[in-house]
């Protein structure tokens, strides 16, 4: 998981198919970016998925002082509405 500069923010291995990032915590109206993808380790004998996730969030305020968050996902440039997967 990196942010919209590129920075990695969260570096995860699969767990029984699955990867699990903690929690991020956003204090700030506005919209967020953020990419997910596969490493490239260096195992010769597996082929690493080459897609980019990008995740959007636009984090709102209401008038009562509550945060609202509306994220997008697209996955290589087009938007995506599943889970996101490597394969």
Known sequence: LSDASGNP???KQNQADE???DEIVL???G???FYIREMVGSEILITYDPAVYKLTV???KDDQ???HAVTQIQKDNVPFADTPIFN
Do not use: P
């Open 58 to 60: 636009q984090v709102t």
């Open 65 to 67: 002082g509550n945060y």
């Open 31 to 33: 919209t967020m970016t």
């Open 27 to 29: 204090r700030e109206i």
């Open 9 to 11: 923010l969260q570096v």
């Open 19 to 21: 990867v699990l990032f």
